[in-house]
């Protein structure tokens, strides 16, 4: 089978492999689409902290069941939403209800060859049946959850008044669920493009760019009072460090990107604060559950958010030229039929 191998940063190929085989107590399922994510351009790029190389990439996955264990409740033929977070079950995390950061969690497409593929084996319990969601929408469910567990993690209440910084995939995710529990939305980015496009696609309620005037309309948008959840979608160390600066007395900081270095912040300026401060990881099965609901009531502009497409013989020429060209780039998909 064809598949999309990252051999070591800068190297991204397409590749013949020995095609899947089902594994004890997995499906085997026909890809048929993959969003490609920021984790892709940063495995590409060099900057992922978790990868070893050669990687099969792609963790934002839907597809159809070929072939379901007897006694599993899938059906061959059925549409399936993969949630890639492989966990163990019995660890601490598993058994406080936090598979999203299970100790041996392996995210397939990063700790384990993942979906740029034509078929891959998925345990069942990582399988869940997408319903009426079309292809494209089943494979949005993953970056869209990511965004709904920052927001259900953060303690945003509704009227409470919310700071997405970062308007890539993963900000604007955060910013529509944060919307959708009933705060009062504000993005911050570096590019223009990203917060037009935020503010038409009624996403959030109001934009601020990033530059040297920042810390002023914040205070303007706030009263002088900063924002009760300051969420942090950048992937960048100095805006995670600089965040805090936003966050009102008594809020929460909440870094849902990763970063391959060190982060710090002021002590007197966290304590003053008594702020929280939270890392929110992945997601859960009843953030893709939620996910899932808000797209099929028609409240996930996803039309405006899948911006281009390509397919396995095109990706490993596409994904290199947007990692440094991302002009009128939201999500992409790979369409495999």
């Known amino acids: 089978m064809r ?22 107590g997995d499906a085997l399922v026909a890809i048929r689409r993959i969003g490609i994510c920021g984790t892709d351009y940063h ?3 060099g900057s992922h902290p978790f990868l070893q190389y050669p990687r099969v990439i792609g963790h934002e996955l839907s597809g159809e069941v070929l072939e379901a264990p007897r006694d599993s409740a899938l059906t061959n ?5 993969v949630n890639p977070y492989l966990s163990c079950g019995t660890c ?8 999203n950061c299970c100790v041996r969690i392996a995210v397939l497409g990063v700790h384990r060859d993942g979906g740029m593929c034509e078929r891959i084996s998925v345990p069942v319990r990582n399988l869940y049946p997408a319903g009426n969601l079309t292809f494209d929408e089943a494979a949005s469910i993953e ?5 709904a567990h920052a927001a259900a993690r953060s303690g945003l209440r509704p009227g409470d008044r919310a700071l997405v910084i970062g308007a890539g995939p993963i900000g604007l995710g955060v910013a529509l669920f944060a919307g959708q529990i009933g705060g009062d939305v ?24 990033a530059d040297a005037g920042t810390d002023e309309r914040v205070a303007e948008a706030t009263n002088g009072e900063g924002f009760d959840v300051v969420f942090d979608a950048t992937g960048n160390r100095r805006s995670m460090e600089e965040a805090v600066r936003h966050v009102a007395h008594g809020g929460s900081l909440v870094l849902v990107s990763v970063v391959n270095d060190k982060i710090t912040f002021s002590d007197p300026e966290l304590h003053k604060r008594e702020m929280t401060v939270l890392g929110s990881r992945n997601a859960v099965r009843a953030d893709f559950e939620r996910v899932m609901a808000a797209i099929e009531d028609k409240r996930v502009p996803l ?35």
């Open 303 to 337: 039309q405006r958010l899948l911006t281009q497409r390509t397919s396995l013989a095109r990706v490993a020429a596409d994904i290199p030229r947007w990692t440094t060209d991302k002009t009128g780039l939201v999500k992409a998909l790979v369409e495999i039929e």
């Open 186 to 209: 504000t993005v911050i980015d570096v590019e223009p493009e990203r917060l037009n496009f935020a503010m038409q696609a009624r996403i959030a309620g109001r934009s601020i760019s």
């Open 3 to 24: 598949a999309v191998v990252c051999r070591r940063p800068g190297e991204l190929v397409l590749e013949e492999r020995p095609d899947a085989r089902r594994g004890e």
């Open 43 to 45: 495995i590409y790029e």
């Open 143 to 147: 970056f869209l959850s990511i965004g």
């Open 92 to 99: 601490i995390a598993c058994r406080k209800g936090k598979p």
């Open 77 to 81: 033929g059925q549409t399936v939403v």
